[in-house]
């Protein structure tokens, strides 16, 4: 299962910077997570200081 990022975003960028896959892109209100090339590593999810990454 792909990992998820909430409306809880804070858009800090820090989810973008560990993702090993480039999974992680900036989108309009919050960063989001592009299922198809998420490894399902929980290394964004461990550096997100809101909170807001999860798996789906």
Known sequence: MA??????????GTCEGECPAGAIS?????YVIDADSCMDCGACAGVCP???????
């Open 3 to 12: 990992y998820v990022i909430s409306e809880d975003c804070i858009m800090c």
């Open 26 to 30: 900036q989108g309009d209100s919050q």
């Open 50 to 56: 809101a909170g807001a990454i999860s798996q789906e």
